[in-house]
Nanobody
């Protein structure tokens, strides 16, 4: 059974940093793109694509709201995905999810429907 699990969330003051990690089991990560998504408080039906990385790690995409502040990376040998988040802002407060999938194109790379496997999420809270 495929399982993905996030860690590293928590509370931080604005301008601070956090690193999220995601591990996957029973999944050959070499064949999947990996992504980070977030869900804002009060918007349980909506998940926003934050960043994604190709199976080889050579291609990355970022939402405009996090460009220059967040960095995605992966280690296929360790079956790990990471999201380094710097210069955090209160508007980054959300539940963060990692996911694995096979996006059909660059256009849909940050769309949740392109991802099949999801972790339960980790909460990030940024205070002003």
């Amino acid at each position: 059974q495929v399982r993905m699990a996030e860690s590293g969330g928590g509370g931080v003051q604005a301008g601070g940093s956090l690193t999220l990690s995601c591990t996957a089991s029973a999944l050959d990560l070499d064949h999947y793109a990996l992504g980070w998504f977030r869900q804002f408080p009060g918007k349980e039906r909506e998940r926003e694509g934050v960043s994604c990385i190709s199976a080889t790690g050579q291609i990355t995409y970022y939402a405009d709201s996090v460009k220059g502040r967040f960095t995605i990376s992966r280690d296929n040998a360790k079956k790990m995905l990471y999201l380094q988040m710097d210069d955090l802002k209160p508007e980054d407060t959300a539940m963060y999810y990692c996911a694995a999938g096979d996006p059909a194109s660059r256009v849909s790379a940050l769309r949740p429907y392109e991802y099949n496997y999801w972790g339960p999420g980790t909460q990030v809270t940024v205070s002003s």
